[in-house]
Nanobody, 115 residues
Framework: QVQLVESGGGLVQPGGSLTLSCVGS????????MGWYRQAPGKERDAVAL????????VYARSVMGRFTISRDNAKNTVYLQMNDLEPDDTAVYFC????????WGQGIQVTVSS
């Protein structure tokens, strides 16, 4: 069955960096676009960054442009989100999503930016 497992979250100070990873299984990873989304308490889940199946095309939310980078390694069935210059407003649960299986979500991982 389709599975997405996120890792790399945690607590970081403002201005710090984190890299999230998401490993996919149960589908042909290289055939599908992937994305990172986030949901802060009391807010809707929003797209942060999207990447095409080949990795050649990426799209970013305006709020993270220039600070976050999405990438993928199809040999490792993994998509990454490099997050730099983190701000308290980046605090949220981050979710990985594949367009496979009609759209499938990972379980989410907490990122907290606080001093």
């Amino acid at each position: 069955q389709v599975q997405l497992v996120e890792s790399g979250g945690g607590l970081v100070q403002p201005g710090g960096s984190l890299t999230l990873s998401c490993v996919g299984s149960g589908f042909t990873f290289r055939d599908y676009g992937m994305g990172w989304y986030r949901q802060a308490p009391g807010k809707e889940r929003d797209a942060v960054a999207l990447i095409s199946n080949t990795g050649r095309r990426t799209v970013y939310a305006r709020s993270v442009m220039g600070r976050f980078t999405i990438s993928r390694d199809n040999a490792k069935n993994t998509v990454y989100l490099q997050m730099n210059d983190l701000e308290p407003d980046d605090t949220a649960v981050y979710f990985c999503k594949t367009s496979a299986a009609g759209g499938f979500w990972g379980q989410g991982i907490q990122v907290t930016v606080s001093s």
